[in-house]
């Protein structure tokens, strides 16, 4: 029986440390199946064997926003998440992994640096019906970053590039752009890539100098938005009928 509890003990204390360690990373990493892209917006709802991003529409920009990218070195673990997202996107599997080589494939990350647009952008009348959408949503979040694999050409050039950039295309959908050597603009768009690892934040209202409730922030998970600020769009509004009275 004591050799019971002491079981028990250890494997709750494993617990707690697991859990205070995923709450203290600001940089939580999800996995993915699904065929997704930079500044979608949806609620991740965890399911009895997975978990699932439930899409609510993408952020459409009618201005380049300036992204970073890396390119990493696949593990063995992370080569087996994109075989499986590939073959669930139904994208043809265009790289190998071998054990015994040490030259490995890789993959890139791309993640949004122009923050203050994509705030700018959902604030704006092109995106009224996802905003007024997303106000009864309180846990739904924003994709802020995608580990993928594209075209390896294109991430050649992407890697030497004079700087990159996402822009909503003609036809509604996202393309991911660098820029060249000559000043002019080449873009891909992101339906070719294959997604499989994503990273996410949360939505922050608040007022502006208007006094209009506004998107104003975006925060990692287990990160509250600050003072006069709120993930709830309920809260400020509340605020703002309280002070009026």
Known sequence: MKQLNFAISIAIIFLLTSCRSLMLDKELVYKTNQSMQLVDIGIKKNELLKSQFYPLGGVQLKENIAVNISVHDFSKSQFKIYQQAAKLQNKKVTLKYVDSLELKPVFIRVSVKDRV??????????????????KSKPKSSIVMETAMVMPSQWMRECANSKGLFIVTNNNGG????????????????????????????????????????????????????????????????????????
């Open 117 to 134: 647009g994509v705030l700018k952008a959902l604030n704006s009348p092109t995106n009224l019906e996802l905003l007024n959408y997303i």
């Open 174 to 245: 996202l393309d991911l752009g660098m820029y060249l050597e000559d000043g002019n603009a080449q873009t891909i768009s992101c339906s070719d890539a294959t997604v499989f690892s994503y990273k996410k934040l949360s939505f922050c209202w608040g007022d502006n100098n208007k006094g209009a409730v506004i998107l104003r922030n975006f925060v990692a998970q287990g990160t509250s938005c600050g003072k006069a600020s709120s993930k709830k769009y309920e809260n400020v509004v509340s605020n703002q009928h309280s002070f009026k009275y």
